[in-house]
């Protein structure tokens, strides 16, 4: 006898007797896809140029994406919006950015509708609607779509991937992590990975093998329920972390340079149909140094780099050649709405001669040739956090100018392969179709047959603003349904229209040129200067890469687009512009706690994130540290807050209470007791006393004055001549009782888990000397 269902809402159908035997069950129907519903898969890809996969004419090998590509197509007039959380935004919702409130990375963000982080539930999530319909939903790998202070354990956690609609994660949360050292969430609660880089352990194969576990552990209990995956990988994103043998396969391979590169890249791409022949190659960016007029050590050192860049990326190809197999292995392939992209164009936050620490762009740090130089061997290991040079960012995204960050097309211009053997018939094809990454929503529904919601858990959902390219999967010629798209970030603006483009370069078409930096702030009378002379025109049906200016000669479509420009900026939340770059991370944002001047910490909890955790940077603070050291004495860190690329570690080693600092992997800085420290129960302190002004702008925080005390007796002392200006660390979160994920000093390997006893930890902010409140602090520690 089958069972009786009945659909939420309606009336119970079956008989309710007195009894069981004169009454018929009925049961609420489950909540079940339609049969045969394919299955969603999103790969993406971090600061992946156009120019960077084999299948888009790059020297690189990367096999699996070119199997794809050769079993569906590639689209080569795909645009994102120039940086990370904000095009992850578009792909998740089918709203534009700042429709999202995501005009900049969460970082970023600022007090105004369209930038203040929180995507707005109304702006319904793919896997929300995908859940409602019958699907499992899951998220692997890179989030950094939750405001930055949320992502403690103190939450709130709506806007956490289980909040969104994602019924299973496993990644971490922020906006690039160790490779060797993630910081790592599973659901809702920090985890630590489950080996060590000295046991092979790397973060894309544990992506990998989480995402088939989740795949499997439903599969095998209902074969017939599909599923949607946000599969997001560390890499491309600095740091550039492979394992040596890798990087050793391209030894050589970019010996001539990042010009020869473009050159050949350009060939290839005209060759293989990915742009038209008649383009023209963009120019050598005046920022990119001249290759031939290198020293040899240079250019030793930047072939290296991008060594080890290439075999990052063929070793992640290589793993998610690994998940599509397992796709085939299950049966599931064929049936998988596959859509590979990049979140943004190759990044160039390595400055001119790139870095060994991405940390020091962040705190604009300049880098140091000789250090640089020093660490060659070891760059793709776990010691550093590296990045490559503007010279292979600006080859990255090869025919295009510029890069991440700018929204001329190197910046916006993505590499996309769309794969789907069960419902696209056409195999290996290019389509040139004008699309944008908020298309990607729209196209899923209307591929799976289904209507986007009126309502997601009660709240009224605004409109998809995206237009599906459905209709171009089997259709070469089809005409682009996406006529209009404007494009903002950090105060560069363009806007794509019916095959024209405007651009507004800010600081200009380059730093070399103009003399400006990127984070200059643009005024309201620079804004007003800029309009009305700043704008340059672009037929891209005609010159895809940007390199012939019709400003002058089509002046009346270009006041229209500008006047068309702002049009959109009014619909979308565009406004305020605001240009600033890495100073926007120092500005004060809300916090689920009430701002306060003491913050207490317990052994055995999360690691506290560093935008929820005190601001330490160019003020006056101590940490103290409640704990008792065994008779026969003990080593581990009592405090920390920073990692490979700079903060400080409060440590026990060899007897002695030892503070030290890593100044962005510049320069490391140890202070340590002139004698060694007491058995038994006692308060562990650190004093930091500035003693002269900071200066940001050049990557200097304020000169401190270092004192260490026991019981509020100093015990030793030293000085800092420079610190950290803007973030101790890029995941530099307060740890207790351990110096977790990547060591912040070469003195140890992590986790450095303290060997006595951490009872509490204690970091005032007020200013106040140690030695007079050291007594306050013992009764506020026993309150707590």
Known sequence: MSLKEYRSGTTFPGVIGRTADVSTPAWP???????????????????????????????????????????????????????????????????????????????????????????????????????????????????????????????PYDRWPLGRGFERYYGFLAGDSHQYYPELVRDNTQVEPETTPEEGYHLTPDLVEKAKAMIADAKQVAPNKPFFMYFCTGAMHAPHHVPKEWADKYKGQFDDGWDAYREKVFARQKEMGIIPPHTVLSRHDPDVQDWNSLSADERRLYARMMEVFAGFLEHTDHYIGELIQFLKDLGEYDNTLIMVISDNGASSEGGPTGSVNEGKFFNNVPENLAQNLAAIDEIGGPKYFNHYPWGWTHAGNTPFRRWKRETYRGGISDPFIVTWPAGIKAKGEIRSQYAHAIDM???????????????????????????????????????????????????????????????????????????????????????????????????VMEDPAETKNLAETERERLIAMIGMWYVEAGKYNVLPIDSRGTLRGAVAR?????????????????????????????????????????????????????????????????????????????????????????????????????????????????????????????????????????????????????????????DYQPPFKFTGQVHKAFVDVTGEPVENYEAKMRMYLARQ
């Not at 002695?656 to 600092?661: E, T």
């Open 441 to 539: 929503v729209p196209t899923v529904l209307e591929a799976l047959k289904i209507e986007p919601p009126i309502a997601i858990r009660g709240v009224t959902q605004s409109p998809i603003e995206g237009a599906s390219f459905a209709h171009t999967f089997d259709a070469v010629d089809a005409a682009s349904l996406h006529l209009t798209q404007y494009f903002e970030m950090f105060g560069h603006r363009s806007l794509y229209h019916d095959g024209w483009r405007a651009v507004c370069p800010w600081p200009g078409t380059s730093f070399t040129e103009t003399g400006g930096r990127f984070g200059d702030p643009i005024s309201y009378d620079k804004l007003t200067e800029l309009d009305a002379h700043g704008w340059e025109l672009y037929n």
């Open 590 to 746: 809300p916090q689920i706690a009430v701002e306060r001047k003491q913050y207490v910490y317990y052994p055995g909890t999360q690691v506290v994130p560093i935008n929820a955790a005190p601001r330490l940077t160019n003020c006056a603070h101590s940490v103290s540290v409640e704990a008792t050291i065994p008779e026969a004495g003990a080593t581990g860190a009592l405090f920390s807050m920073g990692g490979t690329d700079g903060g400080f570690v409060v440590y026990v080693q060899n007897g002695k209470l030892i503070y030290g600092y890593n100044y962005v992997a510049d320069s490391f800085f140890r202070i340590e007791s002139s004698q060694p420290i007491p058995s038994g129960r006692h308060i562990f302190s650190v004093q930091f006393d500035p003693t002269g002004p900071a200066d940001m702008a050049n990557g200097k925080g304020t000169p401190a004055h270092i004192t260490l005390l026991v019981d509020g007796k100093p015990v030793g002392e030293g000085n800092l001549p420079v610190t950290i200006p803007i973030q101790l660390g890029l995941a530099a979160g307060v740890a207790i009782g351990a110096d977790p994920n990547s060591p912040t000093l070469p």
């Open 29 to 155: 129907e489950p909540n079940r896809a339609k049969a045969g519903a394919a299955n969603v898969l999103f790969i993406v890809l971090d600061d992946t140029g156009f120019g960077q996969l084999g299948c888009f004419g790059s020297p690189i090998a990367t096999p699996n994406l070119d199997a794809l590509a050769a079993d569906g197509l590639r689209y080569t007039n795909m645009h994102t919006t120039a940086l990370c959380s904000p095009s992850r935004s578009c792909m998740l919702t089918g709203r534009n950015h700042h429709s999202n409130g995501m005009a900049c990375i969460t970082e970023g963000s600022m007090g105004y509708p369209g930038s203040n982080g929180n995507i707005p539930f109304e702006n319904g999530f793919l896997s929300e609607i995908l859940l409602q319909k019958g699907y499992n939903t899951y998220a692997v790998g890179k989030w950094h779509l939750t405001p930055t202070e949320q992502i403690s354990a103190a939450g």
